[in-house]
T-cell receptor, first 115, second 114 residues
Framework: AQSVTQLGSHVSVSEGALVLLRCNYSSSVPPYLFWYVQYPNQGLQLLLKYTSAATLVKGINGFEAEFKKSETSFHLTKPSAHMSDAAEYFCAVSDRPGGYNKLIFGAGTRLAVHP | DAGVTQSPTHLIKTRGQHVTLRCSPISGHKSVSWYQQVLGQGPQFIFQYYEKEERGRGNFPDRFSARQFPNYSSELNVNALLLGDSALYLC?????????????FGSGTQLSVL
């Protein structure tokens, strides 16, 4: 069965510092991997997704993630944090991208950005 | 263009009651999925409907049911509410049923069961 582990339920960085949010997955088949962001009182917004093409995926708002099969990881990074990046971030996996769109989400990481 | 709209935004019910949550997908989207997000956890898949047929079901009891209408809007019904059903219920829509298509989420319905 697929699963997602997000290391660190809370991450705090200074404005301008590197953002690194960790995600490890398990899947018996090549997965599709996703990062979503959730702002307070809003739904989820797709940041980026990996679909077995380039292993380095660039998303919106300056975020990117690298798929590392040997480490079963898909960590999210941003070189320089902005105050507006403060939100909850979810990593998700699906091993049936051609079937139906069931996503398995991690528990989330809340990112705080301080001046 | 309007995004995915859900109603109501907030709802308070008591144990044992029944609830109906509604979702209107983005115009042209034929697939609707429902997720439950308990406080402090990631969303959990409940159902997916495509062209009015159930395409997938998560690990939820039979108290949970859903349907999709000819205009592609959807309802999620929960019977015999339990305290543990308190959660944010998210609806998501996409053009087609698989994940090669981008999934768009609504802002959710916050259900509180007292």
């Amino acid at each position: 069965a697929q699963s997602v582990t997000q290391l660190g339920s809370h991450v705090s960085v200074s404005e301008g510092a590197l953002v690194l949010l960790r995600c490890n997955y398990s899947s018996s088949v090549p997965p599709y991997l996703f990062w979503y962001v959730q702002y307070p009182n809003q739904g989820l917004q797709l940041l980026l997704k990996y679909t077995s093409a380039a292993t380095l995926v660039k998303g919106i708002n300056g975020f990117e993630a690298e798929f590392k099969k040997s480490e079963t990881s898909f960590h999210l990074t941003k070189p320089s944090a902005h105050m507006s990046d403060a939100a909850e971030y979810f990593c998700a996996v699906s091993d049936r991208p051609g079937g139906y769109n069931k996503l398995i989400f991690g528990a989330g990481t809340r990112l705080a950005v301080h001046p | 263009d309007a995004g995915v709209t859900q109603s109501p935004t907030h709802l308070i019910k008591t144990r044992g009651q029944h609830v109906t949550l509604r979702c209107s997908p983005i115009s042209g989207h034929k697939s609707v999925s429902w997720y439950q997000q308990v406080l402090g956890q990631g969303p959990q898949f409940i159902f997916q409907y495509y062209e009015k047929e159930e395409r997938g079901r998560g690990n939820f009891p039979d108290r949970f049911s859903a349907r999709q209408f000819p205009n592609y809007s959807s309802e999620l019904n929960v019977n015999a509410l339990l305290l543990g059903d308190s959660a944010l219920y998210l609806c998501a829509s996409s053009l087609e049923p698989d994940l090669r298509e981008k999934l768009f989420f609504g802002s959710g319905t916050q259900l509180s069961v007292l």
